[in-house]
């Protein structure tokens, strides 16, 4: 993949989102991954590099709209936790990185 897809990739995603109006001073959470490996856990087709560019271009366009971007990092031990007795697959693996992906209160 390349620049230009993340970035296409990044746009489509911020436009999907539904801004908070309150202020317009909000906070992003946003994934990331300490290795390749990690990243292609949760994410099986992607790149940790093609995730940071997203990331990247992400964060660019909220902090023009005033919002503050946060990273976390995922691992499969945090999933593996989360999971508990649920049967794995990559359709949960993907739910649990996505429901990471989302608006958070200032702290």
Known sequence: MSARN??????EFVSRLQIP????????????????????????R??????????????RALRLKR???RRVILA????TTW????EDSSEL???FADQHLRFVSKQ
């Open 67 to 69: 919002i503050r971007v």
């Open 93 to 95: 693996r993907r739910q």
């Open 21 to 44: 109006v309150k202020g317009n001073e909000s906070n992003f959470q946003l994934v990331t991954f300490t290795s390749d490996e990690d990243c292609r856990f949760f994410y099986p």
């Open 83 to 86: 999971r508990s007795n649920r």
């Open 76 to 79: 499969p031990t945090d999933y």
């Open 6 to 11: 993340a970035k296409q990739a990044a746009e």
């Open 46 to 59: 992607r790149a940790l590099e093609w995730q940071q560019q997203v990331n990247t271009y992400i964060s």
